[in-house]
């Protein structure tokens, strides 16, 4: 059990379609938490029914931050969720609530776990000139030649063809006239785990059950209405071709589909394909992660009788 020296804050992760959501809304029910949704499509405005995001009525009375914060037409980044919830944070102790981050997205909870670099901010004008560049070299790998003159360590990590990462060291290198590889062996100090005690909690399904729940979710997403969802996105935004949402599983399927770049049979196998992906690389990742306690189907009493101890400690 977490000391009083530092205040307590719980992680609750798990794979796509595993229930998170609900066993949040559970716990919401019986104790005085504040839930801070751990997800990198859910941020989005209109990105209700491809996200799987709750319904407004849910949400209206079971207020989750960090949902709905910005538009489509902009980027929310991994910086930005820190910053985000270290403000949630001390609001909800100072409110003497327990702060329950819920979600999937494994990037986010391990920033915000380890902490982050501090690196600059896009820079939209020089990333539109290496693009330029790149296509007026008439060389495929013409940014990853760049990036191997100024930083060789940075692109012996990197695949030729991973342009976002590439041109992200790129900027930085430009910004700051530091390369990325030596940013990045710093260890950083802005671990949340410094100021708070914090206890983690993962949801495991056996792989038949999850596909199952993933199917099902997805045929219900569908009946929904995701693909007309996508279609109105595309037309009230301008999404930037490199959007993060363009990448992300049901909408990357989704537009393509509406580009007529496959048929309907198609674009639900890849959705369901990407969807079972996804979860695998979760659940890759859940295995080489730090100490947490699994919550299996029907232990729901194990982590309210945990989170009840937490409580008791702010």
Same mark, same amino acid.
Not at 167 to 191: C, D, P
């Given at each position: 059990m977490p000391s009083k020296k530092n205040k307590p804050i719980v992680f609750l992760f798990g794979p796509t379609a595993s229930g998170k959501t609900e066993l949040a809304i559970n716990i919401a029910d019986k104790f005085p938490i504040e839930l801070i949704s751990v997800d990198s499509v859910m941020v989005y405005k209109d990105c209700n029914i491809g996200s799987a995001k709750p319904t407004k009525e849910v949400l209206k009375e079971y207020p989750h931050h960090m949902i709905d914060i910005v538009s489509p037409n902009e980027v929310f980044t991994v910086a930005d969720f820190c910053s985000f919830s270290k403000k949630l944070i001390k609001s909800a102790h100072s409110k003497k609530k327990l702060p329950v981050f819920v979600g999937g997205s494994m990037m986010y909870f391990?920033?915000?776990?380890?902490?982050?670099?501090?690196?600059?901010? *896009?820079?939209?004008?020089? *990333?539109?000139?290496?693009?330029?560049?790149?296509?007026?070299?008439?060389?495929?790998?013409?940014?990853?030649?760049?990036?191997?003159?100024?930083?060789?360590?940075?692109?012996?990590?990197?695949?030729?063809?991973?342009?976002?990462?590439?041109?992200?060291?790129?900027?930085?290198?430009?910004?700051?006239?530091?390369?990325?590889?030596?940013?990045?062996?710093?260890?950083?100090?802005?671990?949340?785990?410094?100021?708070?005690?914090?206890?983690?909690?993962?949801?495991?399904?056996? *792989?038949?059950?999850?596909?199952?729940?993933?199917?099902? *979710?997805?045929?219900?997403?569908?009946?929904?209405?995701?693909?007309?969802e996508a279609e109105y996105l595309l037309k009230k935004y301008n999404i930037d071709p490199e959007h993060p949402l363009r990448k992300s599983v049901n909408y990357k399927q989704a537009f393509n589909y509406l580009n007529n770049e496959y048929k309907y049979d198609d674009f639900y196998k890849k959705a369901l394909y990407a969807t079972r992906q996804l979860a695998k690389r979760q659940i890759t990742w859940l295995r080489s992660w730090k100490e947490f306690k699994e919550i299996k189907i029907n232990q729901e009493d194990n982590l309210e009788n945990s989170i009840k101890n937490l409580i008791s400690l702010l």
């Open positions: 391990k920033s915000l776990f380890e902490g982050i670099h501090d690196l600059p901010k *896009r820079d939209e004008k020089y *990333r539109k000139e290496l693009k330029e560049l790149k296509l007026n070299s008439n060389n495929h790998n013409f940014l990853f030649d760049m990036l191997k003159d100024i930083d060789s360590d940075y692109a012996k990590k990197v695949n030729k063809n991973d342009e976002v990462r590439i041109i992200r060291a790129l900027e930085v290198f430009m910004i700051t006239g530091k390369q990325i590889s030596k940013i990045l062996s710093e260890e950083s100090n802005n671990k949340l785990s410094n100021d708070y005690e914090i206890s983690q909690f993962a949801i495991t399904h056996d *792989r038949e059950l999850l596909h199952k729940r993933i199917e099902s *979710r997805l045929d219900k997403i569908i009946e929904e209405g995701m693909l007309e």
